[in-house]
């Protein structure tokens, strides 16, 4: 979380806990008292606010949100900023979900529907070989490959640079892959690329 996004003080914001309320009774009346403790209140307001609104913000749905891109940083999601406040949160509260699906077509295929918004068609080669029997011999296996296709109305709806980092974070790190962005209705425009 930056500086600039960091809680502070909230004009306005009234303490729950006024230390004036708290002084012993010799001090309760006099008023210069009161104003000089009502300076701890302003300062911390903010902090017993969010102590006692502490389960929202562990909660991406509910949590402010500069505090949802923190969220996103510790389960690393880091959802990019350009997606809509609602992108980002739903990103963030699936990302444990998504871990556990990381490298399959389907994690991949969420992934890019959460991140971009769009869905695409991917193409795996699978590549399971075995053995009927123990030390057995196992035949050469299909060279693995990936491909990802995805089509847009418009070419600046899917940046191809950020959906070629998306594959590569998220696709088994052994398989080569390829990215395919094509443009509809008529005209189709392939940015094809095999990556290691």
Not at 2 to 10: D, E, L
Not at 157 to 167: K, S
Request: one cysteine or more; charged letters at 25%.
């Amino acid at each position: 979380m930056s500086g600039a996004s960091a809680r502070r003080a909230v004009a306005g914001l009234e303490s729950p806990l006024p230390f004036g309320d708290r002084l012993p009774l010799l001090y309760a009346d006099d008023d210069f008292a009161r104003r000089m403790v009502a300076a701890f209140d302003d300062v911390l307001a903010p902090v017993l606010s969010c102590l006692d609104c502490l389960p929202a913000y562990w909660d991406p749905r509910l949590a402010p949100e500069d505090f949802v891109d923190w969220l996103g940083g510790w389960l690393a999601a880091d959802p990019p900023p350009r997606l809509s406040v609602a992108r980002r949160r739903e990103l963030v509260a699936g990302a444990v979900r998504q871990h556990g699906r990381r490298g399959t077509v389907a994690g991949l295929a969420e992934q890019i529907r959460l991140v971009f918004g769009v869905e695409a068609e991917i193409t795996d080669s699978g590549g399971t070989t075995w053995s009927p029997t123990p030390q057995g011999t196992f035949d050469d296996p299909a060279e693995p490959s990936l491909t990802v296709r995805v089509r847009v109305a418009e070419p600046a709806a899917v940046p191809l640079a950020e959906l070629r980092a998306l594959v590569d974070a998220n696709r088994p790190a052994h398989v080569p892959y390829s990215v395919d962005v094509f443009i509809e209705p008529q005209q189709s425009m392939s940015h094809g690329e095999t990556e290691s």
